[in-house]
């Protein structure tokens, strides 16, 4: 193994490659398509990953939260909308998940209360607001699930081929 970095702010690209034990050559033999130059670049943030190459990054260091890191951090428009995820247990996902859940009982009513005319009025902005912000912590409860499952999926956790055929029989319903 290379030298291992001591800078402070390492990005999550060397952060993971580091852990793996890769040197920048090991892992541009791993990712391929990457030159050892360029993963410096992007380690360094002289230069943005390409959606591609965290895509091959993410496959290679079974890490695909590296897809949520890149459109929360680096991509434009992804900074703007994507939150980024942050990796949990699955049980403290499904407790955050309940407790969203539960906290938007009774709320289905006044949302429709509030919408029906299709018009947010004075009155309705602070309950409008407090849930959309319930809802934003479902969608990323959601989104963190999603990324577990994908994790468990990269290391074998999870049968791969009985969770997609089965993910593949629900689609076609």
């Given amino acids: ?99 969203s859940l539960n906290a938007m009982r009774g709320k289905q009513e006044r949302l429709i209360e509030i919408t029906v005319d299709g018009i947010v009025d004075g009155e309705e902005i602070k309950d409008f607001v407090h849930i959309q912000d319930e809802l934003e912590k479902i969608s990323i409860t959601v989104e963190t699930l999603q990324l577990w499952a994908e994790q468990m999926l990269a290391e074998n956790k999870i049968d791969v081929e009985a969770y997609h055929t089965y993910k593949n029989s629900l689609k076609e319903k």
């Fill in 1 to 99: 193994m290379g030298r291992v970095s001591v800078k402070q702010n390492k990005n999550l690209y060397q952060v993971r490659r580091e852990e793996l034990g890769l040197s920048r050559e090991k892992a541009s033999e791993l990712l391929e398509s990457i030159p050892p130059e360029r993963i410096e670049k992007i380690e360094n943030q002289k230069s943005l990953p390409h959606p591609e190459e965290v895509l091959v990054m993410a496959d290679a260091y079974k890490t695909p939260n590296l897809c949520n890191y890149y459109c929360a951090n680096d991509c434009p428009i992804g900074k703007q909308y994507v939150p980024e995820i942050e990796m949990k247990d699955l049980s403290q996902i499904v407790l955050e998940m309940l407790a």
